[in-house]
């Protein structure tokens, strides 16, 4: 899967949300509802509230856990939040559509 690019309105809206705090001395969730609230929100003039239990989250702590994201810079860590998301959804689809396969396959 190809990164996001910087060009893309959910990066840009994750920068702008993470950009003005200290992210670096965020936790890793709190990074994450942030920026799962700026894509949601990519439109919106507010910021969108991330329940706890939404499942991107773990997706995200998941990313996070395995990068040294602290050292990134604002921008390659929203595109890799950004891409990190489209993977997970692109995955869950193809779940989605092999399921639909194998439940046509039993009638």
């Known amino acids: 899967m190809q990164q996001a690019s910087l060009d893309d309105v959910r990066v840009r809206a994750v920068i702008r949300t ?3 705090y200290g992210w670096r001395g965020l ?3 709190m990074v994450s509802r ?3 609230a700026a894509v ?5 003039t507010e910021t969108v509230p991330v329940t706890r239990h939404d499942e991107r989250i773990d997706v995200l702590l998941e990313f996070l856990g395995c990068c040294s994201w602290r050292t990134l810079t604002v921008g ?3 595109r890799r939040l ?3 998301l489209d993977a997970w959804q692109s995955e869950s689809q193809w ?3 092999e399921l639909c396969w194998l439940l ?4």
């Open 34 to 36: 942030r920026a799962l």
């Open 40 to 44: 949601d929100g990519h439109v919106a």
């Open 104 to 107: 046509d396959a039993d009638d």
């Open 76 to 78: 390659a860590l929203s």
């Open 27 to 29: 936790t890793p969730e």
């Open 95 to 97: 779940l989605e559509i």
């Open 82 to 84: 950004v891409t990190a």
């Open 18 to 20: 993470l950009g003005p």
